[in-house]
């Protein structure tokens, strides 16, 4: 039987499958579920500090607007402090995870500002959180603001969270870097632990009829994984972070490819929410039954297989390996119907 164990930002995870930020993480049972069919860790959906003004600021809005109205406006109303208007909520369910499944449980955090970043970081290791996953998310809409700047205030971020909390910090990043090791260079020497690849940005579609902003959410799919592999392998020699992979693992072998990249982890959200929490079990049974079938007795032998460093080919992953790619394409022959 081969071994999954794996280590994750210091932690030591009885699987590479991990249930990454999702939906899924409001629900225990379905938590209970995936890590019950065999998921090593859990990371909680995403606490975002704007949505958390947003709020705040509605709830001000509405309370203050109403106050002195009348001669029973102040005991109609109630006070502001009975809200929940902060992480409350949040650190509430990681609560409740951390008492339904034994394994670690990340919280992820999406700032907007340094102080929020900090602020809520100590929250969430106050209340037991094994590591924090930051997602560095910035749309640039201005032209004067340029990419070197960017990097600097995200590398600031970085170092303020790492610097507070005694919490592994692991750092969920965008494919838009002009020089991705360089970059995750600069993270390490900030304090991260860990880089996940990538992030699956909001990305809108356009309504034609209505003349507006689709935001319909499309789920990943393999043809997304490419993209991952592909940084997982210049990055593992590259760097000692430990590395996850999210987006477009829909299977067990994808998994697989994912491993002999580099990847300690592998994170599912898709695959999860359109087949179910245990559909870990499937995964879990196809990435073991490619290692069995290659002859590793762990999964850590078969990490970073096929990285920059390892792989039978190294120009594969490089700018090189594009011009082979066009020059040997073909078009495909239609099969013929019997």
Sequence with gaps: MVDLTTTWLGL????????????????????????????????????????LIEEQMGAHRFLDARTDLDAEARTFLPDVDVFSL????????????????????????????????TDYARQLEDHGASAI????????????LTGAEIEDAQLAVVASVATLVKLPVTV????????????VRRLGSAGAQGITVFNRYYQP?????ALDVDRH????????????????AILSPATTLSLACSGGVRS???????????????????????????????????????LEEKGYVTC????????????PNPHAWERLNYVRMLEGWKPRTPRKEM
């Design 205 to 209: 579609d356009v309504d034609l009829d």
């Design 172 to 183: 969920k990043l965008s494919p838009f870097y002009t020089s991705l090791p360089e970059f």
């Design 252 to 290: 067990g072998r994808d998994a697989a490819k994912a491993v002999v990249c580099g990847a300690h982890v592998v994170q599912l959200a898709s695959a999860l929410l359109a087949h179910g929490p245990a559909y870990v079990e499937t995964i879990s049974r196809e990435l073991t039954q490619w």
């Design 12 to 51: 030591t995870l009885q699987s590479p499958l991990v249930v990454a930020a999702s939906p899924l993480s409001d629900d225990v049972e379905a938590i209970a579920t995936a890590v019950a069919a065999g998921a090593g860790a859990v990371v909680m959906h995403s606490l975002f500090e704007e949505q």
């Design 217 to 232: 959410l499309v789920l990943s799919n393999s043809s997304e994984l490419p993209l991952r592999l592909h940084a997982l």
């Design 133 to 144: 996953e930051l997602n560095l998310y910035e749309i640039a809409t201005s032209a004067a």
């Design 86 to 117: 902060g992480a409350e909520p949040y650190l509430a369910q990681m609560e409740r995870l951390r008492q339904r499944v034994d394994v670690p449980i990340i919280a992820s955090l999406n700032g907007t500002t340094p102080g929020g970043w």
């Design 300 to 311: 850590a032998e078969a990490r970073g297989v096929l990285a920059l460093n390892a792989a």
